[in-house]
Every structure is written in C-alpha cells, then in structure tokens.
C-alpha cells in the first residue's frame, strides 16, 4: 500500500481531510456572505494559492528571524516572557506581511475589487490558503487527529479572524486610492497590516508564555475576538457598498 510520511494512505487521506475541511467550511461561510456581487471562482482560487506560496516565505523569514533572534539574546539576554513576545511578534510580522504581499498582488488591480466587502473576502481566502497549507504540514507531521480538531477549533478560526480586519481596511485603502486620497490610501494599508500582526501577536504570545494567566487570557481573547468577528461579518455584508 502506498505511504506518506509512514502513513497509510487511507489515513493519510482522513489526515488531509481533517486538515483541509475546515478551512473550506470558513471559506464557504464568508462567500455565502458577500451578498451583492460574488466573486469570480479564477480570483479566489488565486487568492487561496496566494496564500499557500506566503506560507512558504513565511517560514523562510522565520527561520532568518529565529537565527537573528537567538544570536541577539545569547549576548544580551532576555527573560522567558521576553522571547515569547518577541517571538510572537515576530510571527505576527512574517506571516501577516507576507499574506499581505500575496493579497495585494493578487487583488488589488483587479477590475473584480469593485465593493468593500471583496476586500474581506480577498483577505480571508488567502489568509485560509496560508492556513490550510500550514495545517497539512502539522497533521503529517505529528499523525494526529487531535491536533486537527484542535487546529480546526482554534488555529484556523484565529487565521481567518485577523483576515477579517486586514480585509475591512485593505478595501478602505482601496476605495481611498479610487477617490485619489493617497495619504488615505497608505494609512489603511498600514492599518490592514499592522491591525492583523496586533491580533496574530497577541493570539500566539499568550500561548507561548504558558502561564495559568496567559492560558485564561487566550481563551478569553479567542471568545470575544470570534463574536467581534462573526458580528463584524455580518454588519460589513448588510452595509456593503461600490468602491467605485
């Protein structure tokens, strides 16, 4: 029979399921919101391979960062809590810049960019593609379903959240570009990046500090940025409107 990684291929097919279905069922449910025009299936798949490249250059970055980030502390120190924020925004700055980098060149020419909700939708998908790519390479690599059920419930939610937020910014950017309001236009982009780091950074460092307080603080932040979201969601599909 053939194997991957020393999988079964039937396993191996479940593990592949486990780590792709729930990105796609988040991808679904903000489709089904963009009410007024749906965007055409050739962008979002280019969105979604978007995000699986800066998934990859994510970990590229990461790794220089990690180097530079060990040789900085094994000169000046830093305290447990110290490298888990540093690193966490690390994380936050890589991944949330390089999902950024493939989202623009992806969508911000496009004549299809034409209402504020595409923005999000944009954002999503591709911020989705980087995650589900990411999951497969965690459930291969640990062969474990409760890492995707806990990747399914968490991780993947959490990805599509700070997209969210990129997403209602990166359309303002764009309709500030339309209006010819350059300082308008940088400033939401700056907003869409930075906004979305705040919200990865905040998410992976109360996980790596590790303390009973962080962990309490983790699931709080979780509860209130899904209903912020799912609410957000909503309102921004209700009161969508032409960028143009």
């Given at each position: 029979m053939f194997v991957f990684p020393g999988i079964a291929l039937n396993r191996g097919l479940i593990y592949l399921a486990a780590a792709v279905v729930p990105a796609l069922v988040l991808m679904?449910?903000?489709y089904n919101h963009d009410k007024t025009e749906k965007e055409p299936g050739k962008l979002l798949l280019r969105c979604v391979a978007g995000g699986c490249l800066s998934a990859f250059a994510a970990m590229i970055l990461e790794t220089g960062a990690t180097w530079l980030?060990?040789?900085y502390f094994s000169r000046h120190g830093a305290t447990e809590v110290q490298y888990a924020v540093m690193t966490a925004i690390m994380v936050g700055l890589c991944e949330e810049g390089t999902k950024y980098f493939f989202l623009k060149r992806a969508t911000w020419k496009s004549p299809e960019f034409n209402y504020l909700f595409d923005g999000m939708v944009y954002a999503v998908f591709v911020s989705l593609g980087f995650a589900a790519l990411e999951n497969i390479l965690y459930v291969f690599s640990y062969g474990n379903l409760?890492?995707?059920?806990?990747r399914a419930v968490l991780?993947?939610?959490a990805h599509a959240s700070f997209a969210v937020y990129m997403g209602i910014f990166y359309a303002r950017a764009k309709n500030m570009e339309v209006i010819g309001n350059a300082y308008g236009a940088m400033m939401n982009q700056w907003l869409a990046y930075l906004c979305a780091v705040f919200l990865h950074a905040v998410y992976d460092g109360a996980i790596m500090i590790g303390s009973d307080a962080s962990m309490i603080f983790f699931y709080v932040f979780v509860i209130v940025?899904?209903?912020m979201v799912f609410r957000t969601i909503r309102h921004e599909s209700k009161t969508d409107r032409p960028i143009y």
């Open positions: 679904i449910y903000i980030m060990d040789w409760s890492v995707a059920l806990q991780t993947i939610p940025l899904d209903i």
